[in-house]
């Protein structure tokens, strides 16, 4: 293919993208399930082209960005709180997901070696930060649930790649040292926290210097690459370093980032992590045909492997059940009698903990990475490519449904120490009120600026009202910010006449637009969250 016939096919990805999310959105289905379905129905497309996937190239290009996004958004203080169990779910589930998938390939296919066993499972143990964002921003979980799953998910594929490493080593060479394999693992995980909490210090020390926006973003954007590909050359993890790296400036970017810098890097990342989530899953679709070319040796040996990979699928699921379950009820068993919850609900935690390990880009680059001279190579691809088709097809399609059965989302109310949002926005107005009856008045005691003064004391009055009767005052709430945003879009509308009628500069509808919209965010936040 030329490199123009490329581009144009990367063009027919992104329209299938778009139209592929549509159809998600009105079917309500996971956006990650349209996309492989699609995937997968282009891959059998007549004279559709190969797409051979460097995984290499796959695990530079794509999971730097998306797992500092990631970790921008998490929050810091409940990541800290629940460092615990969620190092008992990137490291805990993964060692034993991958010795229980390991046994059970190795029962299933005699004739592969205990090693290539284990890096089969150390391939299929963790779920995938974008499968797990994915799903989770369509659901409603408990903070805690949500913080360790997400958490999970950013930690988990460091535990993963060096158990393959290790194993892929031991297959190859025919040697195992479990000590020197714990220790690794350790500089590993150590250097890569310590190289991420060091290039983070330096990315916020010169941010606070940049005043340029455009030169914000743009180091914003190169930084995930930079800090993973340092930590990769260093020898530690790289996904460890940009995990920790994007924990220090999501932590700290509200005082080093200005309004400006940060509407519009939100709304850069956004695309950037939109579009690079949807390739990847459009990608795994369109790998089927990779996974089964002739080369591979997969396609002419599907029948007779068709039990074996379905075997692994399910050790891979289940394996996951019996850790969350296990651990739920060891917790529950050592708890206080006065903190010890329901054992209906410790189960539904658990049962939705399980359900929620969706596999996806890292499990298959790595799949594809497994050198031609490992024994059952093709298996190896199989069973990595039906257990991811199962677990987002399946489990990502039906995650709402069990949160729903098990009652999990009615355990997720607002926290008891925490301020409710309209408590918080009284909170604010209160402030602003204060300033502006300071600043308000000259020395002598004249009032400056009548009408602030007036508008922000009614500000704090309504704030404070409402943060005490949000059920009593939400249809006065509801109908207001109707006519606000109805006087906005009236606004609009005069604006946009002006300009066709050649009577306002290009220059000047811009800039009002731009305070419309502004105007327009405000109030429909305002308005949608209580």
């Known amino acids: 293919m030329s490199d123009v016939g490329r581009f144009e096919f990367i063009l027919v990805l992104v329209v299938a993208i778009v139209v592929l999310a549509l159809v998600a959105r009105l079917l309500r289905l996971p956006t990650s399930a349209a996309l492989i379905v699609g995937g997968i129905a282009l891959a059998l497309i007549p004279g559709m082209p190969d797409v051979d996937l460097d995984p290499e190239l796959v695990l530079v290009a794509f999971l730097p960005p998306l797992l500092l996004s990631g970790a921008y958004f998490t929050v810091w203080p409940a990541f800290r709180v629940n460092i615990g169990p969620i190092l008992q779910l990137a490291v805990g589930t993964v060692l034993f997901t991958t010795l229980i998938v390991g046994v059970a390939a190795h029962w299933l296919m005699p004739s592969m070696p205990w090693a290539a066993c284990f890096a089969l499972g150390a391939i299929v143990a963790p779920p995938d930060a974008v499968a797990a964002k994915s799903v989770l921003e369509r659901v409603h979980l408990p903070e805690k649930l949500s913080v360790m799953l997400e958490g999970e998910s950013l930690l988990n594929d460091a535990t993963s790649l060096v158990l393959y490493r290790f194993a892929v080593a031991a297959v190859l060479t025919g040697s195992f040292s479990l000590l020197h394999a714990t220790l690794a693992f350790g500089v590993l995980a150590v250097g890569g926290v310590v190289l991420g909490a060091a290039c983070g210090w330096i990315v916020l ?292 006449r002006l300009h066709r009628g050649g009577m306002i500069h290009d220059h000047v509808l811009r800039r009002l637009e731009n305070e419309l919209d502004l105007q327009q965010l405000a109030a429909e936040g305002a308005r949608g969250n209580d």
Not at 213 to 220: A, D, G, R
Not at 267 to 274: M, N, R
Not at 316 to 321: C, E, L, S
Not at 342 to 368: F, I, N, P, Q
């Open 205 to 496: 020390h010169i941010l606070r210097r940049i005043r340029d926006p455009m030169l914000v973003i743009s180091l914003t954007l190169l930084t995930p690459w930079i800090v993973y590909i340092t930590g990769e050359r260093a020898g530690v993890s790289g996904v460890m370093a940009t995990v920790t790296a994007g924990l220090m400036i999501g932590w700290h970017q509200h005082e080093i980032f200005g309004a400006d810098v940060r509407l519009r890097a939100t709304a850069v990342w956004s695309v950037l992590t939109f579009m690079l989530e949807s390739l990847i899953f459009i990608l795994i679709g369109l790998s089927l045909r990779g996974v089964l070319h002739p080369r591979h040796g997969a396609a002419g040996s599907l029948p007779h492997l068709a039990w074996p990979v379905a075997g692994v699928v399910l050790a891979t699921i289940v394996a996951r059940f019996v850790w969350m379950y296990g651990a739920t009820l060891l917790e529950w068993l050592l708890a206080p009698d006065t903190a010890r919850p329901a054992s209906a609900e410790a189960m539904g935690r658990a049962t939705v903990l399980g359900w929620a390990g969706m596999r996806g880009v890292v499990s298959l680059a790595v799949a594809l990475s497994v050198p031609a001279t490992v024994p059952g190579r093709d298996f190896i691809l199989l069973a990595t490519f039906a257990v991811i088709l199962v677990t987002v097809l399946g489990q990502g399609a039906t995650i709402g449904l069990v949160i729903r059965w098990t009652g999990v989302a009615r355990q997720a109310g607002p926290h008891a120490a925490h301020l409710t949002e309209p408590q918080a926005r009284a909170h604010l107005a209160d402030a602003q009120r204060q300033t502006v009856e300071r600043l308000a008045h000259a020395p002598d005691g004249a009032v400056l600026h009548p009408r602030l003064l007036e508008q922000y004391r009614y500000r704090a009055r309504v704030a404070a009202r409402f943060s005490n009767e949000v059920d009593t005052l939400r249809q006065d709430r509801d109908a207001h910010y109707a006519v606000l945003l109805a006087t906005i879009e009236a606004g609009r509308a005069e604006l946009l």
